[in-house]
């Protein structure tokens, strides 16, 4: 099954973190507004889900929030819909963030939610176009890069576990660890809204966390990206 060319998706852009591994910067900006080549990590992360025939965003905000939605509002939003999911009273990491903007995305489409710190070329018609023909509540962008950080999969590219080499913390969801794949997170996913009823986490949480208590019942896969271009921009290089 073929994603619909006509058809435009919604995306989330998770915006609303600390930037600590940004400081100084972020003790007076939120990341989301770090430039980039002249440009912010919001535009970045608008114009790639622009590109690839998003038409609706929701921004999560928290820190500096009010910059956020200042400098929307001065770029008109750059010519499509952004809606803010707020919040400044508590912050909800990945997973709680999404649940708690789950109202954006009622209507039964799939939908993106990308990191605002990754710069990536990635393709994601080619992605959507895998997801709906895997009928998998969830696709998960992942590359063959060093980190400290794994997402583990089965020769299906289905998720099978996590684990951290530097600490040897290890969370296996299916199967064994004999026999995985060790893939880096690129950021960037797509989501089915019937995600949302599987959701019994509440307040802040993550969403790998969330996909790892999934993933021995639901079909959770990963997606290889192979784009040119990948960066965490969520750290200066110094710290790279």
Known sequence: MSPDKRKAYKAMILAAGLGTRLRPLTNTLPKALVKIGGKTLLEIAITHLMDHGVSEIIVNVHH???????????????????????????????????????????????????NVDVISDLDL???????????????????????????LFDHEERLCGW?????????????????????????????NPGIFPLISEKGSFSLIDLYLRLANNTLIRGYTDEGQVWEDAGKLPESV
Do not use: C
């Open 163 to 191: 684990m951290n080499v530097k600490t040897g913390e290890k969370k296996m969801s299916r199967g064994s660890f004999n026999d995985f794949e060790m893939l880096a997170f690129s950021g960037i996913q797509i989501l």
């Open 125 to 151: 018609s080619s992605m959507m176009e895998q997801h709906l023909h895997s009928k998998g509540l969830a696709t998960l962008a992942v590359r063959k890069r060093e980190t400290s950080r794994y997402l």
């Open 64 to 114: 500096f929030a009010d910059q956020i939605v200042s400098y929307l509002d001065q770029q008109q939003n750059f010519g499509i819909k952004i809606s803010i999911s707020d919040e400044r009273d508590l912050l909800l990491d990945t997973g709680g963030g999404v649940k708690n903007a789950s109202w954006f995305f009622k209507g039964g489409d799939p939908f993106f939610v990308r």
